[in-house]
């Protein structure tokens, strides 16, 4: 296979506030951990990031402009679904996801041991493989909102390549 000409690279951010009486998802994979976080869709963050990285990467708009919290198409929508469209769109352009990488800010729950499958997940819906996601997280140590369990961020860079 001769190996893509040109290479771009994107950065995602996204944060969501946590709320009791949402269930969480993060990167496709759900957590039983009494809260959720407030969102018009699912509201799972680190996907969101994801996604806003790779349309960063391709110039095209953020996942605001794909998906606006006005539509109701999008309410409780699974964010898989919408990273879905995101690759659709990037191959359109004729852009291929090369791999993608991510921070989670999160004082809580534990993510160490979910990350394995949020890689799996992730790798279904981009087509990417599983070693070319990787996922960190870490918490902010007691500091700010995130650090007092009021909010969890995700910061995502990404390759892509045509
Ligand atoms: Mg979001």
Redesign the pocket.
Known sequence: MTPPLHFRVGHGY???RIVVGRRLVLGGVWFDCGFGLE?H?D???LT??VCDALLGAAGLPD?GHYFPNTDPAWQGAD?QVLLRKVVRALHDGGWHPVNVDVTLIAEKPHIGPRIDEMKVALARTTGLSVDAIGIKATTNEGMDDIGRGHAIAAHAVCLIGK
């Open positions: 996204d944060i969501h969102g869709s509201a799972d963050a969101h990031a996942i964010s």
